[in-house]
């Protein structure tokens, strides 16, 4: 097949970006340039050894120096920190960067992409949801595509195909309702991070497991949904749908309602990202309609996880909201991973956060990561006494 695509992966250590170098190792045509970690060194060793990229980021400088003595013998230029994480994003000859990485630490890079001319392979939904209104605004000057990697979006974008937009009626985006679907309040004050770490249908980095866990991954979702696709909050309906077969719909004007379908496997929609507008073969990811018999759909429980509830105000007020609602969740499921904050206090931060910091619309780039740093430091202070991070 002639196929070639220059790309590069900011998080390429997670599990997106593993699964990403999957595809890059069965799709030759696929060359990664350039790849990016946090903390997990030795893996980065391996992928810089298999795939050969041009450029690597370590974000530690201390951590970054180590490994420039490791991988010595290779053609590779080290670089790290927030700068760093910007080269690999704008590496030269590069079409694509697949944006992997998790929390805010994904808009710079993102940004800096976008005005380097790389179109945006987009998984981190963080971007999107902190500064919507800059990055689609930057998009369209600089003639960049956005492509979907989440698998909800990516099934709306493929719903979305041959199709216009503004004939957009709803857009029904599933969720597989996490491992805590129909429990109560009194059920789930006591719920460890061991417990909302599994979940039923996806394998996934640490933050976006509790996010599903606690519905605020669906509330960002949400809001990724209104700038991806140019509609109305009103117009996106979340929908539990427990086999997570069907990753969403769109109804149009007439309304028809076209779906993708599938087996749960995030390979499908980053391939898609890659491929698009084409489509190509995939190993093991057939679906057996013989063997689902039900496909079940119900209204969100709102009032248990009422995260989902303070997503939808957030993606409606707009302005800096969705960055502090997007930020004290960062800084909530940190402190419920190191054990300092309860389960249900996830939302109670949220709302906290986004009751304290004043919102703006419009707002800038600097007045955006300023909105996230007001956020954390909410959540830190409340809950998180003697905790760094
Ligand atoms: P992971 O936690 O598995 O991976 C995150 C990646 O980002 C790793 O490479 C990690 O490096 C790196 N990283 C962590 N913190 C920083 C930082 N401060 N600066 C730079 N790099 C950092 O996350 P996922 O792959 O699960 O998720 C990535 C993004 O994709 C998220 O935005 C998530 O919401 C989205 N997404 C993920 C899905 C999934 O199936 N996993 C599905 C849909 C969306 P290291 O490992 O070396 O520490
Ligand atoms: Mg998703």
Redo the contacts with the bound molecule.
Sequence with gaps: MEFEHKITII???????TQTLEIARTYPGIRVLGL?????IAL?ERQTREFRPEVVCV?DAQQAAAFKRAVADLPVRVVSGAEG?SEVACAAGAQTVVT????I??LLPTLDAIRARKNIAL????TLVTAGHIVTRLCAEYGVQLLP???EHSAIFQALQGNRQNAIRRILLTASGGPFFGKTKAELAHVTPEQALKHPN?S?????TIDSSTLVNKGLEVIEAKWLFGVDIEQIEVLVHRQSIVHSMVEYADHGVIAQLGTPD?RLPIQYALSWPRRFPMEGNTLDFAQCSKLTFAQPDMETFYALKLAYRAGKEGGLLPCVFNGADEAAVELFLNGKLQFLQIPEAIQCAMEEVPNKQEPSVAEVLEADRAARDCVYRRYGQNFRS
């Design positions: 998080g390429s250590t997670g599990s997106i970006g990016s970690a946090h903390s997990n980065l974000v994480l992997a990485v998790v929390g630490a994904g998984a981190n939904k963080e990697v989440d698998s996806w996934m980095g640490a933050k976006v995030m």
